[in-house]
């Protein structure tokens, strides 16, 4: 899993990655332990590429795309990002003032269109925020830029000066999407972009999102909880439990021969929207899928066995115990 | 509008029969009719599952039937008949405060809510809550009821329930959660269960394990299930039988292989394109859905699904609503593409 340094393919790139929160009680708040809500998180971004972060609430998906974004500060690693000027900047210690430059490079898109847009203000003022917030170009020039944002994402440029309230969910979350892309950002994270939407919305933004990629040449962190989803817009998935990453690989890889016990027993519970693939349920009552000490060797987790990561070919990585025993579970 | 299925066993009359059922909110800028003119049936021990968007009526449906819509919500017409031993009582008729309709809540109809989070009282323990329905509902003594509480945790699957039973619903995960309501849904033992989204809050583990739980206990009761939901996986998963709703009405019903494997309404059919499976070939593009739901006060003139509909016939499907018509054997849709319903 370590880089060639020189890879100028990787836009991103995030190394044991660590955050905890603290745990306080009592009158003096005092801190009695500590959350591990990240731990040991190791993945790279291609420029270009859709990586996909799955795994169920509280698995940390979200902490770790906040780390990359620095909207927490990581308790430990390194978070590797290849600005547009080129070099690389490490993310998570850079002083506050030199992070506001590189903020314009990176921008999200958020899962509810309904909080993620100030009811009071225009879709003018809402998508030209991150513009008058950098101080980029006139008036006259931003309001173009808008236009031109605006029909990128399929909406008519009339609309502008509208409030929310007009549009519906999917139409919200083009604006949300319009606003992302103001500042050309080189890093897109969009943290559940489509699990508020209605199922026939939701296939409009998933085919827009894959649109603009193509159209801007766009790289996406996308964070999501639905397997199907990131099936359709994910180039590599990255599988997290319990704050760990514990399976990385392409798509067909990770869908055809999963090797970890979590991301099977994750991939089984999803139900078909086909009444012919019924569900193991007497196999889905008995898991305990999503307890890291309970996981067979060489998977286990606990106080005495730390697997790391592991490449088992094909740029699949599962985190297991070195040795023969992962290989044999690949296949 | 409104007529039953022919059930998968057509001797026994369906136990729970929604017809022509119209429920109207009255506000100030205008009537939104939430359900308009839904028809259902529901049989014992079979699983009905109610399908669509938001918007379509399928939560104010389950609600008009327990009678506890919310002002300025009323139902303005419609039957809603529930059946026993060859009695038949129209819920519809009853008022919504009477002793008669307290008794079908909870006693022979029980509702799960998809937020088990906010569905308990942050102040009383799940304990006390279930108690308190068991007594309204049979006539036990507090200790009994308390016991028979810890029965049914026990029955659903929660861990020590007998030390469970004195906690708060914020103590509770999740799972844990909706296991609890289930236990609280169930501890009358009613004879049809709806179950309203009651694993959109839960991540696809926990999911799984609630929807085995709901198979299991079906099985051992004999109850019926009405689900709601818009995650067509669960709907393929548990139903016997599907109702497609748009815009408040039932654009298309019948048994699950058939909604699955031979859909007749465009609307059906699009929906069921749309979704992402992790089963779909390779990376094609997703078909979509041209369009948005449209805001409840613009109800389009017409079949309601016309302005997005593929198979548009203008100056037929924007002047008049079609009505559902038998399409296949029990199965039913409201399309102008299979014909005119109007006699």
């Known amino acids: 899993m370590t880089p060639a340094a020189g890879d100028d393919n990787r836009l991103l790139e995030v190394r044991d990655l660590q955050k905890l929160f603290p745990i306080r009680r009592g009158f003096l708040r005092r801190v009695v332990g500590q959350v591990r809500a990240v731990d040991g998180v190791t993945f790279h971004v291609e420029r270009g590429e859709t990586l996909a972060l799955v795994g169920e609430s509280g698995c940390g998906k979200t902490t770790t795309s906040r780390c990359v974004l620095r909207a927490v500060t990581p308790t430990a690693g390194q978070i590797l990002f290849r600005t547009a000027e080129g070099p690389v900047l490490d993310v998570a210690t850079l002083p506050r003032r030199q992070l506001r430059p590189l903020r314009r490079q990176m921008q999200m898109i958020f899962q509810d269109p309904f909080s993620s847009l100030n009811p009071r203000r225009t879709l003018l003022d809402i998508v030209a925020e991150p513009l008058v917030a950098n101080r980029v170009g006139t008036r006259a020039e931003r309001v173009e830029r808008v236009a031109e944002l605006l029909r990128l994402v399929g909406l008519r440029p009339e609309y502008m000066r509208r409030y929310p309230h007009a549009f519906s969910g999917g139409q919200r979350q083009r604006v949300g999407i319009a606003r992302a892309l103001a500042l050309s950002p080189r890093l897109v994270v969009a943290d559940e972009p489509v699990s508020a939407l209605d199922v026939s919305v939701q296939a409009q933004i998933l085919n827009l999102m894959l649109d603009l990629q193509a159209q801007l040449g766009l790289t996406y962190l996308f964070i999501s909880h639905n397997l199907a989803v990131v099936d359709y817009i994910a180039d590599r998935i990255a599988v997290m439990c319990a704050g760990r990453l514990v399976e990385l690989a392409p798509k067909e890889q990770l869908f055809n021969k999963p090797a970890h016990p979590y991301t099977r027993a994750l991939l089984a519970a999803v139900p078909q929207p086909n009444p012919k693939f019924p569900l193991d349920f007497t196999r889905l009552m008995e898991d305990k899928a999503s307890i890291p000490c309970r996981w067979p060797a060489p998977f286990t987790i606990d106080e005495a066995h730390r697997p790391s990561l592991v490449a088992i070919g094909d740029g699949h990585y599962v985190r297991a115990e070195s040795g023969a025993a992962t290989s044999e579970h690949a296949s | ?343």
Do not use: W
Not at chain 2, 86 to 112: F, H, K, P, Y
Not at chain 2, 178 to 191: F, T, V
């Open chain 2, 1 to 343: 509008m409104g007529s039953s299925v022919a059930g998968p066993d057509a001797k026994a009359p369906p136990i729970l029969e929604v017809r022509d059922l119209r429920t109207y909110f009255f506000q100030d800028e205008g009537t939104v009719k939430a359900v308009d003119g839904a028809g259902l049936s529901v049989y014992a021990g079979k699983t009905l599952g109610i399908v669509g968007e938001s918007g379509c009526g399928k939560s104010v449906t389950a609600r008009s039937i327990l009678r506890i819509v919310e002002r300025p919500g009323r139902v303005v017409s419609g039957e809603i008949l529930l059946r026993e031993d060859g009695r038949e009582t129209d819920l519809a008729r009853l008022d919504a405060e009477s002793r008669e309709m307290r008794q079908v809540r909870g006693g022979d109809i029980a509702l799960i809510f998809q937020e088990p989070m906010t569905s308990f009282s942050p102040v009383h323990t799940v304990g006390s809550q279930m108690i308190e329905t068991i007594r309204l509902h049979q006539a036990l003594d507090k200790r009994a009821a308390r016991e028979k509480a810890i029965e049914m945790f026990r029955l659903v699957g929660i861990p020590r329930p007998e030390r469970r039973v004195d906690e708060y619903a914020f103590q509770l995960s999740g799972g844990l959660r909706q296991r609890a309501m289930i236990a609280l849904a169930l501890s009358c033992a009613p004879r049809i269960l709806i179950a309203d989204e009651p694993t959109t809050a839960l991540d696809v583990t926990t999911q799984a394990q609630i929807l085995s739980l709901l198979a299991r206990l079906q099985q051992g009761e004999g109850m019926a299930i009405i689900l709601i939901t818009h995650n067509l996986g669960v709907v393929a998963e548990m139903c016997d039988q599907v109702a497609v709703m748009y815009l408040g009405r039932v654009v298309e019903q019948g048994p699950v292989d058939a909604i699955f494997h031979a859909p007749r309404h465009p609307y059906t059919r699009a929906l069921l394109r749309s979704i992402p499976s992790i089963h779909a070939p390779v990376r094609t593009r997703l078909p979509t859905i041209a369009g948005s739901i449209p805001h409840p006060y613009n109800r389009p003139p017409g079949c309601p699904f016309h302005p997005r509909c593929p198979d548009f016939m203008p100056g037929r499907c924007d002047r008049a609503e079609p009505a559902l018509l038998t399409v296949a054997p029990g199965q039913q849709a409201a399309c102008f593409l299979y014909g005119d319903a109007r006699p």
